[in-house]
């Protein structure tokens, strides 16, 4: 009997033991490896408010990695990107944040409002900023739904609430160049609402690669409705063209 307790006795701690040492492999999220100096062509044309391109709209945008692993407004792990437009547009900045999969882009979500002359003259002139939205999650499979943003943003001479909502959708390959890249498909539901001022719904779909980062992006036009007068307002389509 004394043997056999302690023989039980040696094979418990052997396994606390087995137990204390063994080596659990720590989670893994897919992540765009942003390097400094790495740079992306995009070409990006404007959509009439019936989703059409419009041929004269051409913009390319030349994006240059400039900063990894920095933090801004609040969050870490973030890129920034400097873009340069053929258009004559001003020089304008990217933020890219990711998280265990996640991958936020700040001010994002309401491009196509912000290209409206009457929503810029009731906003001071100024564009909106939405702040932080989840734009993919790298990790999502079909059918996932999550919230992007719900925040206020300051509009006018006070605040609209902002809210996008997200749906995962069946995965795309997108032709870059010569080569068919896989990209997170997402489609976001935009809302913007000011009541009883202004208002503005609209969505988004985006493809986004964990090796390339966004490869399209397609903002859908827009209804706004600003001081009780509803309009249509036109979106975009950006798409990469080289990464180097």
């Not at 870059?176 to 009883?196: A, F, T, W």
């Not at 609209?202 to 827009?222: C, E, K, Q, R």
Request: aromatic share 8%; proline share 3%.
């Amino acid at each position: 009997m004394k043997r056999s307790i302690l023989y039980f006795s040696g094979m418990l701690l052997l396994a606390l033991a087995a137990g204390c040492s063994s080596n659990v492999a720590p989670t893994t999220y897919p992540q765009v490896n942003y390097t400094s100096g790495m740079g992306f062509i995009y070409l990006q044309y404007q959509l009439d408010t019936s989703d059409v391109v419009i041929p004269s709209s051409v913009d390319t945008i030349h994006s240059k990695v400039i900063i990894v692993d920095t933090t801004y407004q609040g969050r870490s792990n973030v890129t920034e990107l400097a873009n340069t437009h053929s258009n004559g547009n001003s020089p304008d900045t990217t933020y890219i944040a990711q998280e265990s999969g996640n991958f936020w882009h700040y001010n994002y979500g309401l491009e196509s409002v912000n290209t409206n002359p009457a929503v810029l003259a009731y906003n001071n002139g100024k564009k909106l900023n939405s702040g932080w939205v989840l734009q993919a999650e790298l990790s999502a499979t079909q059918g996932v739904k999550w919230q992007a943003a719900n925040t206020q943003v300051a509009i006018g001479s006070g605040s609209a609430l902002f809210i996008d909502t997200a749906l995962e959708s069946q995965d795309s390959s997108i032709l870059i160049g010569n080569q068919q890249i896989s990209s997170k498909h997402s489609v976001h539901v935009i809302d913007l609402s000011e009541q009883p001022l202004a208002n503005a719904t609209g969505f988004v779909d985006t493809y986004v690669s964990p090796s390339d980062g966004t490869t399209l992006n397609i903002v859908h036009a827009s209804t706004v409705v600003l001081l009780g007068k509803a309009t249509k307002v036109g979106g975009s389509q950006t798409i990469l063209l080289s990464k180097n």
